[in-house]
C-alpha cells in the first residue's frame, strides 16, 4: 500500500469543528460513542457497508479515536489519473476506483491537544499500512486543527485517513477498498501503534 501524509495547520486552512451541521444537506454530527446505534442518520455509512463497520470499530469503547465525519465517492477520471501514476499502475487493470475519508479525534486530551505525538502516531500507523499487501490500495493521513465543544471547549488536532483504491471495474475497486479500510481501522485500533 501506497501511504503520505500532509499538514493542513497554517491560519489559512479549515477547522473542524464538532459538532457541525451541514446547512445544505441537514446532515450534522453524530457521537457514535454515545448513540452507537445511530448509523441510520450517517447515509453513507448505510450505503456502504464496509464503512459502517470501520466507524463501528472506531467509536468501540477500547478504540483510541472517535470520528467525526466520513464519505465515500467513485473517482472521477482526474483522480482516477492521479492514483495510477501514484500507485504506478496501467489504466488497463485500474479503470474505476473508489475513494473514502474519515476523520479522527483522539479520545486522550493529551494526544488531542499535541501535534507533535499526532504526527509520531501518523508515521508509526503510515510504517505499519506500508507492509499492507494492496498495490492497487493508497492510504493519506492529513493532520489539521480542530476544535471540539461536546462538553467543555478543548482546541487541537484531528487526523483525516483517506483510503483510495483502483480496480479493473467499480466492483473490484470495491472489494480492494474495503478489505484495505479494515486493515487500517485494525491497525488503528492495534496496540503496536499506541506506542
Not at 11 to 24: M, N, R, Y
Not at 99 to 126: E, K, N, P
Amino acid at each position: 500500500m501506497v501511504t503520505e501524509w500532509s499538514a493542513l495547520c497554517s491560519p489559512e486552512d479549515p477547522v473542524l469543528v464538532v459538532p457541525w451541521t451541514d446547512p445544505v444537506t441537514n446532515v450534522s454530527f453524530v457521537d457514535l460513542r454515545s448513540n452507537p446505534y445511530d448509523f441510520d442518520a450517517i447515509p453513507e455509512a448505510v450505503q456502504h457497508p464496509p464503512l459502517l463497520q470501520a466507524l463501528r470499530a472506531l467509536n468501540a469503547t477500547r478504540s483510541p479515536v472517535f470520528t467525526a465525519k466520513s464519505d465515500v465517492w467513485s473517482l472521477e477520471s482526474a483522480e482516477l489519473a492521479l492514483l495510477r501514476i501514484e500507485l504506478d499502475v496501467e489504466a488497463e487493470g485500474s479503470r474505476s476506483g473508489i475513494g473514502s475519508y474519515i476523520d479522527l479525534m483522539f479520545r486522550d486530551r493529551t494526544v488531542f491537544t499535541s501535534a507533535a505525538h499526532q504526527q509520531q502516531w501518523i508515521a508509526r500507523l503510515l510504517r505499519l499500512a506500508s507492509a499492507l499487501d494492496y498495490p492497487t490500495g493508497a492510504l493519506e493521513c492529513t493532520l489539521r486543527p480542530a476544535f471540539l465543544d461536546l462538553r467543555i471547549p478543548q482546541e487541537g488536532y484531528a487526523i483525516s485517513l483517506y483510503i483510495k483504491a483502483l480496480g479493473s471495474d467499480q466492483e473490484n475497486a470495491e472489494v480492494v477498498w474495503a478489505a484495505a479500510l479494515a486493515d487500517v481501522v485494525k491497525l488503528v485500533r492495534s496496540r503496536e501503534l499506541g506506542r
